[in-house]
């Protein structure tokens, strides 16, 4: 059974080995001991794992920033001053061979570089601390409504309403549309559509959420939205999650 790396960060010194699966941040190589920087996405802070290169047969070669590894050892005390724990190592087995040149290094690297390695970029501290931070303001959102009784209802993504006006829509179409099919007016003939009509990405769920909590009673909606509002800003997002509720035979009391 592996440990996650949050788990033994908290953990006092001792016990039996265990064993960790991650990926290798840094690796620093001195005469005798090779420091090994651990990160298995399950905190942002990584374990130090060091290895004795005079205790065992180990695959030093192949110990390069962004190899997969499991490391068996026991955890002891840090001599270090930037961690509590660190990890001897006993043994290691390379899970995934990773090239010299991997891109991404300990160095500080500019958002407009990740974007070019937008699938390594949630190994970064960075979107690795975004992703964990909206993963627990998610989990807050549901017990928020679950504790008070209220229902997650899920509405449609592709619509054909606009919700009142809400922004604007993109649009979303089988059609070829190098040469789609007209109408005797010249127009697009969406009745040879998927949907024999306009269809759109949803602006809002609340049409919908009217509708079930006029069965249900409170509900609410926590998905993807999107407008097509051409924007640079911070401001407008072309695609965000958003929360909804509805509430049926609710009254709101003002205050004279």
């Not at 908290?10 to 016990?15: E, K, Q, Y």
């Not at 005469?31 to 651990?38: D, R, Y």
């Not at 040879?192 to 769920?205: H, I, M, N, Q, Y």
Request: hydrophobic share 35%; charged share 25%.
């Amino acid at each position: 059974m592996t440990e996650s790396i949050r788990d033994l960060l908290a953990r006092p010194p001792g016990g039996e080995p265990l064993t960790v699966r991650g990926w290798i941040k840094t690796a620093r190589d001195s005469k005798n001991v090779v420091f090994l920087e651990l990160s298995d996405g399950s905190c942002l802070r990584g374990l130090q794992g060091v290895i004795d290169k005079t205790s065992g047969d180990f695959p030093l070669d192949r110990l390069s920033t962004g190899t997969a590894v499991e490391v068996r050892g026991r955890l002891c005390p840090s001599a270090g001053a930037k961690q509590e724990v660190e990890l001897a190592v006993q043994s290691l087995t390379v899970l995934g061979d990773c090239p010299p040149d991997f891109p991404l290094q300990k160095k500080r690297h500019s958002f407009e570089y990740l974007r070019e390695i937008a699938h390594l970029r949630p190994r970064t501290n960075t979107f690795g601390a975004v992703c964990r931070v909206r993963s627990r303001l998610s989990y807050a959102i549901h017990r928020f409504f679950q504790d008070r009784g209220f229902f997650y209802i899920h509405t449609p993504i592709i619509s054909a309403s606009d919700c009142e006006g809400a922004g604007q829509m993109f649009s979303v179409t089988a059609l070829d549309l190098s040469s789609p099919p007209r109408t005797p007016e010249g127009g697009v003939d969406y009745g040879e559509d998927f949907f024999g009509k306009p269809a759109r990405l949803t602006v809002s769920g609340q049409l919908e959420a009217e509708t079930l909590a006029l069965a249900l009673k409170n509900v609410y909606t926590f998905g993807p939205t999107f407008r097509a509002e051409k924007s640079s800003t911070t401001r407008h997002l072309a695609e965000f999650w958003m929360v909804e509720p509805e509430m049926a035979f609710c009254d709101i009391a003002l205050n004279q």
